[in-house]
C-alpha cells in the first residue's frame, strides 16, 4: 500500500474512536478503508448500482442508461467522495508572516459541495474561514483546499465546521481559528419537510475569536 495512505489511515485511526458515535468530530471510517484501490472500489459500486437501478425498474439497455452504474461509481469514488482518501489530502505551504500582519486573516463565501451521510443527498453551502497569524501564513487558495477536502465525504454539518478548525489549528499551530458555515440541506428541502428557504448555520469560534471584539469584527465582516 502507498506510504502516503498508509500514514494517512494511520493519523485517521488515531483520531476515530472504536464505537464511531455521531458526537465524534471524525469521519467514521474503517481500518481496511483503502485496501482496494480506486479502479476496484469503481467496478464494485458499479456493479451495486446497477443492481439498485435494476431493482427501481430502470431499463439498463437503454443508451441513456446503460453507462450510468460506471459514471456515478466513477464520481462517487474520484469527485463527491475523494475526500475520504487521505492521499487527496492538499499539501500545505506555510509563509514566513514577514509583514508582521497581526490582524485576522479572513477568506470568506468559500463555495463548497458535500453529501449528508444519513441520505446521501447534497449539502450546498459556503464556508467563511478566518486566522490570526501566529508567525506563519497560508496561501489563500489552500484555505479553499481545506474546505474542499473535508466536504468531499458523507458529511455532518457540524463535524465538517469542525475539521476545518481543528485541521487549520494544527497547520498553522493557533488557536486563533473561525469557521461559519451556512448551508443548505437537500435532505429537508427535497424530502421529509421539504422545505426549500431554510439554511443551517454553524460555528466554530477558538483562541482570541472567543474574545467579544475579535468574534463580532468577524461577524461583521461576514455579513
Not at 147 to 160: A, D, G, I
Not at 177 to 183: F, H, L, T
Amino acid at each position: 500500500m502507498n506510504m502516503k495512505i498508509t500514514k494517512g489511515i494511520q493519523t485517521l485511526i488515531e483520531e476515530i474512536n472504536e464505537d464511531h458515535y455521531s458526537s465524534n468530530p471524525n469521519t467514521p471510517i474503517r481500518i481496511d478503508a483503502f485496501d482496494l484501490d480506486d479502479d476496484l472500489k469503481i467496478e464494485l459500486i458499479s456493479k451495486k448500482f446497477k443492481d439498485i437501478m435494476d431493482i427501481l425498474g430502470l431499463d439498463l439497455t437503454d443508451d441513456s442508461l446503460k453507462d450510468t452504474p460506471k459514471r456515478v461509481a466513477k464520481m462517487y469514488v474520484k469527485e463527491i467522495f475523494s475526500g475520504l482518501n487521505p492521499a487527496n489530502k492538499p499539501a500545505i505551504a506555510l509563509f514566513e508572516n514577514k509583514y508582521k500582519y497581526d490582524e485576522m486573516v479572513l477568506e470568506k463565501n468559500i463555495t463548497f459541495y458535500s453529501n449528508c451521510e444519513h441520505h446521501f443527498v447534497p449539502i450546498i453551502g459556503k464556508a467563511h474561514v478566518a486566522y490570526i497569524s501566529n508567525g506563519n501564513v497560508i496561501g489563500l487558495s489552500k484555505l479553499n483546499r481545506i474546505v474542499e477536502y473535508f466536504s468531499k465525504r458523507p458529511q455532518v454539518q457540524e463535524r465538517l465546521t469542525m475539521q476545518i478548525a481543528n485541521e487549520l489549528k494544527k497547520i498553522l499551530n493557533t488557536e486563533d481559528v473561525a469557521v461559519v458555515i451556512d448551508a443548505k440541506h437537500l435532505c429537508v428541502s427535497m424530502r421529509g419537510v421539504k422545505d426549500e428557504s431554510s439554511t443551517t448555520i454553524t460555528a466554530s469560534y477558538s483562541g482570541k475569536f472567543k474574545e467579544d471584539s475579535v468574534k463580532n469584527e468577524f461577524l461583521s465582516h461576514i455579513k
